[in-house]
């Protein structure tokens, strides 16, 4: 009897663990899809608040930046955070603050009280991404399998929804009442996955428990500047996913003349070949390897971002737009960095790597604001295949160095 017993307490208890693991990637990726659905409801409302607030390029960029100066300052805080309190409380209290600070960009008149409210909305924005990545990181490392895509996928995917439903609505509704919607949908989408969440446990693999013990000692040596290759490669692909959701609806609006719907479509045709790419990410890197993924992905975004910056028409920007976000463009690459970051120096890799590379989504932007207004927007959104161009360099040139 005891060798019939003993196999079966041992497949309950994997299963067991299996149904946990699983219970908790679906509740991440929930989290993932709202992150990007708030975010891109309020970016693709960014023509008429800018309308709203009389603001230039420039002064538009200048308020940008409170989203960028928020949500940094709060990056470089959470990753303590979520060693002293976990990342799934992080998690749910950022997930709250971001669903609320959404409705605040509508109510203000001016360029600088657009700053102040979209420097709240960056706290919750730059929280919920180190939390919910770092608890990632773990769950990647507890299956032992390279699904990082997957969780940036459903990112992708709540932003495609978003942004579509912010460009139908955006005839028929004000900013205000829609991004109060957004803060509705938010607060009950936390209500009921944040509760799930909580009744899980950090995960703390064998393998980041003794890395978490020397964090201090290692991150002052080659970890440290692995750690920061890694957040520089995110930093120059991420500039590129802020630049289109802040400035590719303007670009196609005003250089293409574009009807509104399908401006505020750029975007949605961006994030919906970035959750195609995302969703098969698990696989390419499982046949390609990390270092064949990201070269292949920065040359093709740059050749893509070049057609849809520099295109005469609107459908060819669209498909510039398209081939930037793809699988083999700039889909898998933040991901890959976040993971490898996180895999070699716990939260404070995430951190860290999360700091410079969403400090290039959100600084992006403003820059591209100041080079719009002293060249054009057509020529500042070229700087985007530029840095896709140098992350695709840094990862050959480190391809030895912990990326396979």
């Known amino acids: 009897m005891p060798q019939i017993n003993k196999p079966s307490t041992i497949s309950t208890t994997a299963d067991s663990d299996d149904n946990t693991l699983t219970g908790l990637r679906v509740i991440l990726t929930a989290f993932f899809a709202l992150d990007g659905f708030l975010f891109a409801g309020w970016v693709v409302r960014i023509p008429a608040i800018k309308e709203q607030t009389n603001s230039t390029a420039g002064t538009l960029g200048l308020a940008l930046l409170g989203v960028s100066v928020g949500a940094v300052l709060t990056m470089m805080i959470t990753g303590r955070l979520c060693q002293r ?68 996928a459903a990112f992708s995917l709540g932003g495609m929804v978003g942004a ?33 969440l909580l009744r899980y446990e950090p995960l703390a693999p064998p393998e980041r428990t003794r890395t978490e013990k020397s964090a201090k000692r290692r991150l002052e040596g080659r970890t440290r500047g692995l750690v920061v290759v890694f957040g520089l490669i995110a930093l120059c692909t991420a500039y590129g996913e802020g630049a289109l959701a802040d400035w590719g609806a303007l670009h196609l609006k005003e250089d293409l003349d574009a009807h509104p719907g399908i401006a505020a479509a750029g975007y949605s045709c961006f994030a919906l070949a970035m959750t195609i790419g995302r969703l098969s990410g698990t696989t390419l890197l499982e046949r390609l390897g990390r270092t064949r993924t990201l070269v292949a992905g920065g040359t093709t975004a740059a050749l893509g971002m070049l057609l849809a910056a520099l295109a005469p028409s609107v459908w060819a920007a669209l498909l510039g737009f398209a081939v930037t976000g793809l699988g083999l ?22 951190a860290t790597a999360s700091t410079l590379g969403y400090g290039g989504m959100l600084l992006g932007p403003p820059a591209i604001g ?13 700087s985007v295949a530029a840095l896709a161009a140098v992350a695709a360099l840094i990862g050959f040139t480190t391809r030895r160095a912990a990326i396979d």
């Open 370 to 382: 100041f080079m719009a207004d002293w060249y054009s927007l057509p020529t500042a959104l070229t």
């Open 164 to 196: 579509g439903l912010g460009g139908l609505v955006a005839g028929q509704l004000s900013p205000t009442r829609h991004l109060l919607g957004l803060t509705v949908t938010g607060l009950l989408v936390t209500a009921v996955a944040g509760r799930r």
């Open 85 to 152: 309190y976990g990342s799934h409380r992080v998690t749910v209290a950022c997930a709250v603050l971001l669903s609320l600070s959404v409705a605040l960009p509508p109510l203000a008149h001016s360029a600088l009280a657009l700053g102040a409210a979209l420097f709240v909305l960056g706290v919750g924005y730059g929280g919920i991404n180190v939390a919910m990545n770092s608890a990632a990181v773990d769950l990647v490392a507890a299956l032992r399998r390279p699904v990082m895509p997957s969780f940036h």
């Open 329 to 350: 463009g700039l889909a898998n690459i933040f991901p890959v960095a976040i993971e490898r970051a996180g895999a070699l120096a716990g939260p404070s890799g995430v």
